[in-house]
């Protein structure tokens, strides 16, 4: 079965650089997550879109963007990167029909700021 | 604020034996339980929920027990084996969110030992 697909697995950035993440979603899931994890810590949601748009607003710092496309990928960017943003960023997807279920997540893509 | 809390870091295990991971939450709008289990360089994977209309759920060898007035939601293994070494996750999220994100505890790491 299709799962989340995330691009790039790795990706290496120097300070004051930018840097995007995709996310595929699971065909025919209505909502996507974004979420960071730091070394050592646990998952921090930092936003999510339903059907295209905005849903909810974690952590996310001002630096990052993110949107919905029109075929339900989504990207993350991320401005001005600082050491702290090295981390794993994990999208998630899902089907809210019927109400919560579990989140799919993709394997995440590693950032490291250098 | 840890809205999910995971108190034990760490938890090792002889293997047939019953594995106990347990998670406690503050957010009394939280209705929906999840356990994810998490291998390194891979995401997070659904293992198993609870609704805060049930105090039990149960799938093969994962049993979720939820004590509402408690706050706490406990996941047993049983028995436990080698494979089931990993990170485990408590998340919980609430309807009334916007979206059903999920609020993640920072993670017990199970060591099943043969």
């Known amino acids: 079965a299709a799962g989340v697909i995330q691009s790039p697995r790795h990706l290496i950035k120097e300070k004051r650089e930018t840097a995007t993440l995709k996310c595929y979603p699971i065909?025919?899931?209505?909502?996507v997550y974004w979420y960071q994890q730091g070394p050592g810590q646990d998952p921090q949601f930092l936003i999510s879109f339903y059907e295209k748009m905005q849903s909810d607003k974690g952590s996310i710092p001002d630096r990052f963007s993110a949107q919905q496309f029109s075929d339900y990928h989504s990207e993350l960017n991320m401005s001005s990167l600082e050491l702290g943003d090295s981390a794993l960023y994990f999208c998630?997807?899902?089907?809210?029909?019927?109400?919560?279920?579990?989140?799919?997540f993709g394997e995440g893509s590693r950032l490291t700021v250098l | 604020d840890q809205q999910v809390k995971q108190n034990s870091p760490s938890l090792s295990v002889q293997e047939g034996r019953i594995s106990i991971l347990n998670c406690d939450y503050t957010n009394s709008m939280f209705d929906y339980f999840l356990w994810y289990k998490k291998y390194p360089a891979e995401g997070p994977t659904f293992l198993i929920s609870?609704?805060?209309?049930?105090d039990k759920n149960e799938d093969g060898r994962f049993t979720v027990f939820l004590n509402k007035s408690a706050k706490h939601l406990s996941l047993h293994i049983v028995p436990s084996q080698p494979g089931d070494s990993a990170v485990y996750f408590c998340a919980a999220s609430a309807s009334g969110a916007g979206s059903y994100q999920l609020t993640f505890g920072k993670g017990t790491k199970l060591s099943v030992i043969p």
């Open positions: 065909p025919r899931h209505d909502t």
């Open positions: 998630a997807s899902s089907s809210t029909v019927g109400g919560p279920g579990e989140l799919f």
């Open positions: 609870i609704s805060s209309i049930k």
